[in-house]
């Protein structure tokens, strides 16, 4: 069976540090439903930074759902490792958006990742389109970085 092939984005515009706990293992090394934990763990950090999260994606009515998660694994993650989570938000369409996800220690890629969100009414437990609250702090965010 060929192997699954995650690219690595030109950019990643968000970012945060996390060093790998016990809990983060399934003994020594991180596995694959660990490594998810890790992935969402830089998803939050990620809608924190723009003010959201996933139960409110700036209109106090619109949540996510992940529909799709795609791991690829390069090297071992250790207890004690300090790992980078990069993050870039793409793909975006009318109801849902890609979260890539690079992480990398020792300025080496170790996991690509791809996870999918779709919008979803809280209130109406159905999928519905992405507030333009989000694309405002998204397209905000990015025009900051690019000034600095």
Known sequence: MPRLQLKEQ?????????????YDTGGFHV?????G???????????????LNELNMG????????SEIAITFKKELMIGDIVTIQNHIGEIDDNSFRLFTSIMRDGSVVVLAE???????NANQIKTIL??????????YRSRAKAS
């Open 59 to 66: 209109d106090n009515k619109t949540g996510l759902i992940t």
């Open 115 to 121: 996870t999918r969100f779709v919008a979803f009414s």
């Open 37 to 51: 934990s890790i992935i969402r763990e830089g998803a939050v950090q990620c809608f924190r930074t723009l003010e």
């Open 31 to 35: 596995n694959y439903d660990k490594m």
């Open 131 to 140: 507030p333009s609250e989000f694309m405002e702090r998204l397209d905000q």
């Open 10 to 22: 030109p950019l990643y515009e968000f970012s945060h540090q996390l060093q790998i706990r016990v």
